[in-house]
């Protein structure tokens, strides 16, 4: 399929456009955080605590006086890296175990097909606590730990591609004409497999901020006093009699986020390819 | 169909066994001195050594784990370090609340997605629709904790209808259930939409209108028997995924089921309740991802008769 007719399909879906300019802002709110606000997200100012939204703390002020919106700002950078890279790695080990289990067949096949097995049978979000009580938090440890469990997915997805391609004439004859195994991997079956590539990183990077959000909320995921949406939520629930918008914030954050990356998950995926019917497995 | 289930449970014997090994391993990376940190500062080294003989952790790491496999075999999880009593009876204890919360969820869930999703497809493409399935994906994308506490500030808090937190009878589930359920229940929705339209365009939908039929019985009994086959599908993989999500929910609401113990222990570096919980937890999500594929297979043919999926 030509990029044009991509586009052309993109552009009919009107929610899939909304969203693709909710997720430009955010990217361009998490580059230019500090232009943005004219406060430090850990700074306290314990004069100011608690404090209602008004025109000065347009989303008012947590416990030590801290500005939320800019903690929420702060919090989007943590949350999209998190997303993106922790979905880049899952992908990457997506593909070579889903190349080689498809493209080598036979006991390499049976071998890489348990371990997918192994891998999308456990509870996601149980071994994303265990893993990170091992590594300790930080957000290093959430990439590679997210990324660690979540590729189980795509390289089912690019198992069944490759094995339905590998046989067809233009393979075959690079192979007679002498083109190593892994010359034929990366390119002549990568290219065909981008475009579930890039719909599996867009649906998984949703799943990959509820994740970290969670975790996160249970003290295992960013540490305090960093920013991010999951541990300002733990930390606004002491104060939700007193301080209802602390709480609703962040957690607005997310939705608008995660909404964002499904939806527009949902329109490249039917721009590129409506056959391609997969859903990643989440919370 | 007996080959099937013996081939599935071998398989499930396995994935028990890889997680067992990934578990252990994980776990037992975790640099520091377990020992030393239980018994204080003003353990000598003597005691240190011998409690961790007593513990079984003077031998290699791989001798650890057939140690630790052999015991779990046998029923027994070893004792928790900070708490002195035997691993298994805190997780029995504290997995029934999680287990009562993803029922009480899953039961929000079923009831709630199925009513919406066909209420929805009656509608197709007018406003009734349209706001169900914008709320149903506002639903998809809010996390089951922020939900509670949502729910805790204005169901409990402002209008005063529902206990907040913690759990003494019945009543005390209905918040629980409600945030860890609104999530299922929208992805139950959208199956359950997609699926009841496509099986309301066939004939003999038609055919049973012409008959007469009552709207109701035809929505009820002849679209919905034959629209479930797919929101079984999601219904079997929702359970696994709800117990973990209670797991992170039972903390909003102070609920002390397994994922406020596993916190626990694990803020205390309790390594032997780690361990006993994340494999008790995983042990009992593969056997229900085992039973729903004995169960697919007894509703699809497909399967039953020797084609693998």
Not at chain 1, 133 to 156: D, H, I, M, P
Not at chain 2, 20 to 44: E, H, K, Q, R, Y
Not at chain 2, 55 to 74: A, F, H
Not at chain 2, 270 to 282: K, M, R, T
Request: charge should be positive; charged fraction near 15%; glycine fraction near 8%.
């Amino acid at each position: 399929m030509y990029h044009s007719d991509i586009l052309k399909n993109m552009a009919k879906n009107k929610i899939a456009i909304l969203s693709a300019m909710i997720l430009i802002c955010l990217v361009i709110i998490c580059i230019f955080a500090p232009f943005l606000t004219p406060y430090d997200p850990n700074k306290q100012a314990l004069n100011d605590r608690l404090l209602a939204p008004s025109m000065t703390h347009l989303w008012g002020t947590d416990q030590y006086g801290r500005d939320i919106l800019t903690r929420c700002i702060y919090g989007c950078r943590i949350s999209l890296s998190v997303g993106i890279i922790s979905q880049l790695i899952a992908t990457f080990i997506g593909y070579f175990l889903g190349v080689a289990a498809g493209y080598f067949g036979e006991i390499v096949d049976d071998i890489i097909s348990f371990i997918i097995q192994v891998f999308s049978s456990f509870p996601f979000l149980l071994f994303a606590m265990a893993l990170m009580y091992a590594l300790g938090a930080g957000k290093v440890n959430l990439y590679l730990s997210l990324g660690f469990l979540s590729w189980a997915a795509t390289a089912r997805l690019i198992r069944s591609k490759v094995m339905e391609i590998k046989n067809q004439e233009y393979i075959q004859a690079c192979k007679i004409d002498g083109g190593s195994n892994l010359r034929i991997i990366l390119k002549h079956l990568l290219p065909n497999c981008i475009p579930m590539l890039i719909v599996s990183i867009t649906l998984g990077i949703p799943n990959a901020i509820l994740s970290e959000a969670s975790l996160s909320y249970l003290g295992l995921g960013i540490p305090v006093p960093t920013a991010s949406w999951g541990n300002m939520i733990a930390e606004s629930q002491q104060f939700i009699r007193s301080n209802t918008y602390y709480s609703l914030f962040p957690g607005l954050c997310i939705i608008v986020t995660v909404m964002a990356f499904n939806m527009f998950g949902d329109g490249l995926r039917d721009a590129l390819d409506p056959k391609l019917h997969s859903q990643k497995g989440g919370l | 169909m007996k080959s099937y289930i013996i081939k599935r449970a071998c398989l499930a014997l396995g994935i028990i066994f890889c997680i067992s090994l990934i578990t252990f391993f994980v776990l037992n990376v975790i640099p520091g001195d377990v020992v030393a940190a239980m018994l204080g500062d003003f353990a000598s080294k003597d005691a240190i050594e011998a409690a961790r003989a007593q513990m079984g952790l003077d031998v290699s790491l791989p001798m650890q784990y057939i140690n630790w496999l052999k015991n779990i075999l046998t029923g027994n999880f070893g004792n928790s370090y900070f708490q002195r009593k035997a691993v298994l009876t805190l997780i029995v204890n504290a997995f029934k609340y999680t287990f009562t919360m993803a029922i009480a969820a899953y039961i929000v869930a079923i009831i709630l997605g199925l009513l919406t999703g066909i209420f929805a497809a009656l509608y197709h493409d007018k406003l009734p629709d349209r706001i169900l399935m914008s709320i149903s994906v506002f639903g998809i994308s809010a996390p089951s904790f922020w939900i509670a506490i949502i729910l805790q500030i204005v169901a409990g808090l402002r209008l005063g209808w529902f206990p907040v937190s913690g759990i003494k009878s019945g009543i005390w589930w209905v918040l629980p259930a409600f945030s860890l359920g609104i999530r299922s229940a929208a992805t139950i929705a959208r199956v359950t939409r997609t699926s009841m339209l496509e099986v309301l365009k066939q004939d003999f939908i038609r055919t049973a209108y012409a008959k007469g039929l009552s709207k109701r019985r035809i929505i009820f009994v002849h679209a919905l028997r034959n629209a479930l086959v797919p929101i079984i599908t999601i219904l079997g993989n929702d359970f696994g995924v709800l117990l973990t999500g209670s797991m992170i929910t039972e903390n909003v609401f102070n609920i002390p089921g397994i994922g406020k113990l596993l916190i626990d222990a694990i803020n205390r570096r309790d390594i032997p309740l780690v361990q006993g919980g994340v494999i008790y937890v995983a042990g009992i999500c593969v056997i229900i991802y085992f039973i729903v594929d004995i169960l697919y297979a007894v509703i699809n043919p497909n399967i039953r008769l020797g084609g693998e999926k």
